[in-house]
Each structure stands twice: as C-alpha cells, then as structure tokens.
C-alpha cells in the first residue's frame, strides 16, 4: 500500500461507483485495458480481491467495501482542504446535487443563483439518485424527503405536484404513453407508467428530460411535476393531480459547511428561488393572459 500513487486509488473509486471499466476509462480518459491492468496492480500490492468480476461488471468484494469507504473519507478530508484553499484565494466552486426537474429550473433561472459579480461557480450534478453530501461529494441538494442524516441540516421548501400531460389539443380519447425506461425509474413518478399503464406504453427513454419533448411531440402522455407541464404552453393536464404522488420537498447541506460564505449564498439564493415558485410546484395552475 505504501507506494500506491493517488490516481490509483483515483481510479478505484471510479471503478466502483461506475460498476465497470468502461465508464470509469472514459471519465480518466485512459483506456479500459489500462484501468483493468491498474485494479489488478492494486489487488497485488493490497493482497486482497477486491472486486468481483463478472460479463455485467465489476462489483465490491467485502475487502473492496472497506477500502472505498476509507478512500471516500480521504477525498473529503481532501475536497475540505482544497474548497479551504479556494476561498482563501477568493475562487470557489458550489456542487448542487438535484433531480432533473429542479436542475431544470436552477438553469431556467442561473443568474438569481450565480452572478457575474460572485467570486464563485456553480457545477450542477443532474440525477435521480439521492444526492450524497456525506463525503461532500456535493456542497447542496434538493431531496424529496426529509433528511434523517445527523450530519444534514435542511430547509423546508414546500409541496410538489404531478399529473399527466399531453400535447395540447390532443384528442381526450388517447390512452398511449411515454416512460423512462424500468430499470431507470428511481422516483416514484416514474414508476407510476409502468404500475397503471404497462400495457399502453408506446416508447421509453433513458432520460426524464426527453419525457417533455415526447409529450410536446404528441407521443403520448407523460406524468410531469406540475410546475414544469402547467408552464409550458404546448402541453395540458390529462386528468387531475396524481394525488399520491405528491410530497414534499427540501434543501439539505452538510452541517459543517453550511457557513460557508458561498455556500450559504447558493442556498439562500436557491430557497428564494424555490419557494417563489411554491403555487407552481404545489400544482396551483398559473393565470394565462387571454389572446
């Protein structure tokens, strides 16, 4: 272990968190030979199996669980130290960890969340996935539950609502719909296709982004939270709010970090943000000028 190189250990947890080289080869932009060969180095001089080779991937073996959790303790003492030195330096970078929808409207709406005056940037991290702020992968995130984490501290942001949409002046009649793929359907909106409309499913897609271009296209009806299909002008509500789908919602932080002058900046900028759009999210219809 004592003349293992950093970008070793580098590649390792990317390996893992990816479950393959192939991924893990193209974001170290070296080659999935090259990354192989370096985990079977790592194994050599750790004298332990680490992963669990198979045709689907690489997983952690139980020897390779406790040196990633170590390696993940090591990277926050390192990103503390480095968001530190930023600081010090005047130029830091804010991580925003957020589902699709709500990367969607931080975009829609950038310059009330980042400025040409801040010293700071923004890198947004889109995904389904709960966002992970115990070994500070990312500084901020916006979650659908409210976090049990001792080490989280949380802003209540209030309620989200969702319904299905379809192009506007669809015929009432259309029963097909649009989905995100089964096996990427990690929200409770998503699932819901495919638990009440398996058989009316006419495509899929791997992204919910691509869900609102079907839906404008006329495809067929997508479930959407609210404040995204009620403000777009191609779309309408197929039927009333999806009842059970609602939840609330909040912007969570790591304890530590959260007086962090740019860190609070970002999450007093995103809760204005946020609850400015409250009705929306809350599925209250916005007033449409008449033509």
Known sequence: MKNVDWDVFRCFMTVARGGGLTGAAQIMGLSPATIGRRMLELEEHTGRALFIRSQ???????????????????????RKVESWQKEGEGATVVRVAAGTWGSWLIAENFPAICTERDTFGISLSIGEARANLAYRESDVGIRAFEPEEAYLA???????????????????????W????????????????????????????????????????????????????????????????????????WIVMNNEDRHRRDIRTVVDRMTRLLRSHADLFAGKRPRRNSA
């Open 56 to 78: 689907t991937g690489y997983t952690l073996t139980a020897d390779g669980r406790f040196l990633f959790e170590q390696l993940q303790e090591m990277e926050a003492a390192a």
């Open 154 to 176: 949380s802003r209540l942001i209030g309620e989200v609502a969702y319904a299905a949409y379809r192009q506007k002046n669809t015929s009432s009649g259309t029963e097909r």
């Open 178 to 249: 649009v989905a995100v793929a089964e096996e990427e359907a990690l929200s409770a909106y998503l699932r819901w296709p495919h638990e009440h409309a398996s058989g009316r499913i006419v495509a899929t897609v791997s992204r919910p982004r691509s869900l609102l271009d079907l839906a404008r296209a006329g495809a067929g009806k997508a479930v959407l939270p609210c404040f995204v299909g009620d403000l777009d002008p191609q779309l309408e509500r197929a039927g009333d709010e999806i009842e059970p789908l609602r939840h609330r919602q």
